[in-house]
């Protein structure tokens, strides 16, 4: 049975940092791409970064991309999301989330970890 | 780009019949797929590849596509049903994935 975790999330200030993980368990990670989803609060689901099985294609949001970095480490089964230069509007539920590669669409969610963004 | 178009709201008596559509435009001939998401908890797949039922989803989910729209029809609808309902596609060439806005069921 999968299993993913996420972990990291907490209240920052605007213009700091933040990391969150996403543990795996139940399945051969190094075999999966893995994405971040996230949703503010009263709004729907926002597909936020992608990650290929072996990290050599990633890619993001419009609304992140140059602030966050994604990245894994196969050999923990682990997922992450640097978030650097934080604004309110990243306040949100994270989920990573495993996609189906071949029809794209996804199987498996984690509980998801809360970001606050607030002075 | 890719955009998904459902109405905010959709309202069903208990044991009728629930539609919930998704506009599509530019997708081509992209899957796609459906979640059910009841407050507090992370989304469930309903359908996937338009019109298939992963195991464990009731039969009374269906989907299917016409043209440039997709359409979630849940039948004799329970109060269980209530929920958020999105649409979703995949762009397999830049692994973007795209949601509708997303459609509140309302069982009356």
């Known amino acids: 049975q999968v299993q993913l975790v996420e972990s990291g999330g907490g209240v920052v200030q605007p213009g700091r940092s933040l990391r969150l993980s996403c543990a795996a368990s139940?399945?051969?990670?190094?075999?999966?791409?893995m994405h971040w989803v996230r949703q503010a609060p009263g709004k729907g689901l926002e597909w936020v970064a992608f990650i290929s099985n072996d990290a050599s294609q990633k890619d993001y949001a419009d609304s992140v991309r140059g602030r966050f970095t994604i990245s894994r480490d196969n050999a923990k089964n682990t997922l992450s999301l640097e978030m650097n230069s934080l604004r309110t509007e990243d306040t949100a539920v994270y989920y990573c989330?495993?996609?189906?590669?071949?029809?794209?669409?996804?199987?498996?969610w984690g509980r998801g970890t809360l970001v606050i963004v607030s002075p | 780009s890719y955009v998904l178009t459902q109405p905010p709201s959709v309202s069903v008596a208990p044991g009728q019949t629930a539609r919930i559509t998704c506009g599509l435009t530019?997708?081509?001939?992209?899957?796609v797929h459906w979640y059910q998401q009841k407050p507090g908890q992370a989304p469930l797949l309903v359908v996937y590849d338009d019109s298939d039922r992963p195991a464990g989803i009731p039969e009374r989910f269906s989907g299917s596509k016409s043209g440039s729209t997709a359409t979630l029809t849940i039948s004799r609808v329970e109060a269980g049903d209530e929920a958020d309902y999105y649409c979703q596609v995949w762009d397999n060439f830049s692994d973007h994935v795209i949601f509708g806005g997303g459609t509140k069921l309302t069982v009356l």
């Open positions: 989330a495993k996609i189906r590669r071949t029809s794209g669409y996804y199987e498996d």
């Open positions: 530019n997708i081509g001939s992209k899957s």
């Open positions: 139940g399945l051969t990670f190094r075999s999966y791409g």
